[in-house]
């Protein structure tokens, strides 16, 4: 199970997608999402770690033309500009990236620790469907917001 999601930083919303795999497609389903849940922004940032699909040409591509200053590391194989042109629109993202090794500067980092304090820990059941349940129901609950949660990743004062 791979769990990609967004925190909106000023209201705790989460807006999540898992998959058995999370590639390309899964982050881009999930950035549409977003943009359509903010369809009034002219520009949505959306902070990232260094996983290089953030990066690869085919995401890359369907966004808006990037304002980030510094080159993203992506592996030298990759292709360099999206294949295939496209009639979409792209989408009003603009990336920020983050140090490398830095989780402490990404509230979604301490998003995952939470879940895995309240509901990974010592799981022990060979059927992951319950535990796919109790996921998905502990992302849900952030579906309108949550300042407990904006505490919880160190967005708001305790």
């Known amino acids: 199970m791979r769990v990609a999601a967004c925190l909106n930083a000023t209201t705790g919303t989460v807006h999540a997608r898992r998959a058995e795999e999370t590639g390309r497609q899964v982050l881009l389903d999930l ?3 977003v943009v359509d849940c903010y369809s009034e922004a002219q ?10 699909v953030h990066y690869h040409a085919g995401i890359i591509g369907k966004l808006e033309p990037q304002q980030w200053p510094w080159p993203f590391k992506v592996p030298g194989n990759w292709p360099e500009v999206p294949s295939g ?9 603009q990336v920020v990236g ?8 990404n509230p979604i980092e301490k998003l995952w620790r939470y ?10 059941e060979e059927n992951f469907a319950p535990l796919h349940d109790h996921v ?4 849900d609950q952030f579906a309108d917001g949550s300042q407990h949660l904006l505490r919880c990743v160190g967005l708001l004062p305790n």
């Open 115 to 124: 879940l895995k304090q309240e509901v990974v820990h010592l799981h022990q």
């Open 31 to 33: 950035y549409r999402e």
């Open 85 to 93: 042109a496209t009639a979409e629109d792209p989408l009003p993202i």
């Open 136 to 139: 998905d129901a502990f992302l």
């Open 98 to 105: 983050l140090p490398t090794y830095a989780p402490w500067l």
């Open 43 to 52: 520009v949505i940032y959306i902070v990232q770690d260094n996983w290089p």
